[in-house]
């Protein structure tokens, strides 16, 4: 099994996906998806709008992405309940080296159901992408154990 693990990490880390999908790229509320759109999208500041955390904080576990502070958009945050997210809930998260954000995760619902090929994941920079596309292995391993849709934290904290 951690054979398993360790391939599928080295697969999705390999393989930065597409740098576009031709998404909008002015929406504020639906970070577009492929490396260079999405980043371009959050250079633009559009998930600075969303609900966020107040402050940075240490992650929570089991997230190996240290400190970090997390925003999510309308339709994230009006979901409540149980069962999957709608299509078009999305996170941004800031994850910092000390006072600096120096990369960001990002996931939205795609399409209706259950899993972790429902959502679109990205984390990195426009320089140094390590995972970016529907299902991608390099997320959805920890997602996977949230308490609702790889979704771990819901709303403003």
């Not at 996906?17 to 999208?41: E, F, I, K, N, Y």
């Not at 709008?49 to 992405?65: D, L």
């Not at 997210?85 to 999305?90: D, R, S, T």
Request: net charge negative; aromatic share 8%; charged share 20%.
């Amino acid at each position: 099994m951690l054979r398993h693990a360790a391939l599928v990490a080295l697969v999705a880390c390999s393989d930065p996906g597409p740098s576009t999908l031709g998404d909008p790229l002015d929406d504020p509320q639906v970070p577009p998806r492929g490396s260079a759109d999405v980043t371009a999208w959050i250079s633009d500041g559009h998930y600075l709008a969303w609900g966020c955390e107040s402050a940075p904080h240490a992650g929570r576990p089991p997230s190996p992405h240290g400190r970090n502070r997390i925003c999510s958009n309308d339709a994230l945050l009006a979901s409540t309940g149980d069962g999957p997210y709608p299509v078009g809930a999305a996170a941004v998260k800031e994850i910092y080296d000390g006072d600096r954000i120096s990369i960001h995760a990002v996931y939205r619902k795609v399409v209706d159901g259950e899993g972790g090929d429902t959502w679109y994941w990205f984390e990195g920079t426009a320089d140094d992408v390590i995972a970016n596309g529907e299902g991608d292995g390099t997320c959805v391993g920890c997602h996977a154990q949230a308490p609702r849709d790889f979704v771990f934290t819901p709303g403003i904290e």
